[in-house]
């Protein structure tokens, strides 16, 4: 008997289980024509940089950052909120769901059916219930929460709240808002744990028009950052989080003015650091000309160096921008080497202006750096030419080319002045360069300068010196 039990037990478990398979299967779940169309479409096209997103969460999963470049690729505006863009981009691929507050129409049945089940005759109705009974009791567990600093349970509370019990007449108060953005806030995000709670809470408040306190703005932004890979700390928060945020504080009402230099400063350099020399140069552009802030000189030293870094050219062109944005921020670049940031601005300068084969710029730039007071016992374009290895190759190749342009013009005087300077800078020249310096004060009948040059020559290399 016990066996049978068994055995009609296992039949059944094994059925259900069958069956719960059989509805689970990703065989079973219908593909809406158009998003199938799209799908193939897809398929059938080339690779690009970015990939098509073919459900409503592949949209979900996109980053801030990722977002922008979906938006710019198929030619929607990639400006706005995370909601915003996330938006944007389900409309155009046909992914929306239906709102909240979406009407229910059931379709199934005519209006003389509905009227029919509907029918209250004979019925009397008495409801003396507090219909913001939930909201109300809610919402008070979402402020005693945050009152304790619990920001998960407020976070989820503030969440029950806006989905299942607000209303376009009963919307979830400001108040409330900022309560469980205060408990998020505290402790530097509790450890930038709470960065994306907290950008949802900024994105919510803005799109209802509340009005964000500047401190909590600043200090959600500045705290998501971290020194982690992508500007995250410990793999929360990040710069996508941060400059999400951004866009929220800005949008929201007073924002133009809510977020301080310091927060612009934070940003830039974490985008720079991360490698992203045009969002970095972006957030420069608008400290300096739409803000009128004065960064200070790391920040735009921060920018110089990634792009000067890059083996793109287009990278090197950046930092000709930042150096333009050096002296519309008030700064002199004769004197800026006086400092170690301005000396890598110069720097970066210096190696951008070899790679695009700009001689005078690289030189010019060397000029200014020699011009700066407060560098002793050194010279300030010395300290430039040997403040990192890539510096001093741009420098030594700049002045070879530019010594190697002035022997084929025959001019005697700038090839001996660029030598001596290549010596004063602490590069040292290679023997086509001494032997071309030489040969040229020979053509012009230089004796004496080219005795100097040879003795000199000798002496820095110690070797014998054979003149063809």
């Known amino acids: ?69 979906h938006c710019k690729s198929v030619g929607l505006e990639a400006v706005g909120s995370t909601a915003v863009l996330r938006g944007r981009l389900l409309g155009h691929y046909g992914l929306l769901r239906e709102t909240k507050f979406a009407a229910q129409a059931d379709a199934d049945q005519s209006p003389q059916e509905i009227e029919e089940l509907c029918a209250t005759e004979g019925i009397t109705f008495c409801d003396e219930s507090d219909p913001l009974f939930d909201f109300k009791a809610i919402l008070s567990d979402v402020l005693a929460k945050s009152s304790m600093g619990h920001w998960k349970t407020a976070t989820r509370k ?9 209303s376009p007449e009963s919307p979830v108060p400001r108040e409330a808002y900022l309560a469980v953005l205060e408990a998020c806030s505290a402790n530097r995000l509790n450890g930038a744990r709470a960065s ?61 003015v809510a977020l301080t230099d310091v927060t612009y400063e934070k940003v830039a350099t974490a985008l720079a650091k991360d490698g992203a020399v045009e969002e ?25 160096k990634a ?34 940031a301005g000396r890598d601005i110069l720097a970066s300068g210096v190696i951008a202006a ?35 290895s890539a510096a001093q190759r741009a420098c030594t190749l700049i002045h070879k080319r530019a010594i190697g342009k002035a022997c084929e013009d025959n001019n005697w005087k700038l090839a001996v002045k660029l030598l001596e300077l290549m010596s004063k ?29 040879l003795l000199d020559w000798v002496s820095l ?3 014998t010196v054979v003149l063809s």
């Open 196 to 256: 994306e709670p907290a950008r949802k809470i900024l994105e919510d408040m803005a799109e209802r028009g509340y009005e964000i306190p500047m401190e909590l703005a600043n200090s959600c932004v500045i705290n998501s950052l971290g020194d982690g890979p992508g500007g995250t700390h410990d793999e929360c928060g990040g710069i996508d989080v941060a400059l999400a945020m951004m866009a929220a504080v800005e949008s929201s009402p007073g924002g133009e």
């Open 354 to 388: 070899e790679k695009m084969d700009n001689l005078a710029l690289g030189l010019r730039l060397l000029t200014a750096a020699a011009k700066a007071e407060g560098c002793a016992p050194d010279s300030g374009d010395a300290l430039v030419a040997t403040s990192s």
């Open 158 to 166: 503030l969440r029950q709240l806006d989905k299942k019990h607000s």
């Open 1 to 69: 008997m016990r066996l049978s039990r068994a055995a009609c037990t296992f039949v059944l478990t094994t059925s259900t289980a069958f069956l719960t398979d059989a509805f689970l299967s990703p065989t079973h779940v219908t593909i809406p024509a158009r998003l199938s169309a799209t799908i193939q479409s897809e398929a059938a096209a080339p690779s690009a940089e970015t990939t098509t997103p073919t459900s409503f969460q592949d949209v979900q999963k996109l980053t801030f950052r990722e977002l922008q470049r």
């Open 307 to 340: 792009a000067a870094k890059s083996s793109d050219k287009q990278h090197a062109e950046d930092v000709l921008q930042v150096l333009t944005f050096v002296k519309a921020a008030g700064y002199e670049l004769d004197n800026i080497a006086a400092v170690e």
């Open 280 to 304: 970095a140069i972006s957030i420069l552009r608008k400290m300096v000309v739409e803000k009128t802030f004065t960064p200070p000189l790391s920040v735009f030293a921060d920018a110089a």
């Open 461 to 463: 290399s110690g070797v």
């Open 425 to 453: 800078r602490g590069l040292m020249p290679a023997t086509s360069v001494w032997r071309n310096v030489l040969q040229t004060c020979c053509k012009n009948e230089k004796s004496k300068k080219a005795t100097a040059i």
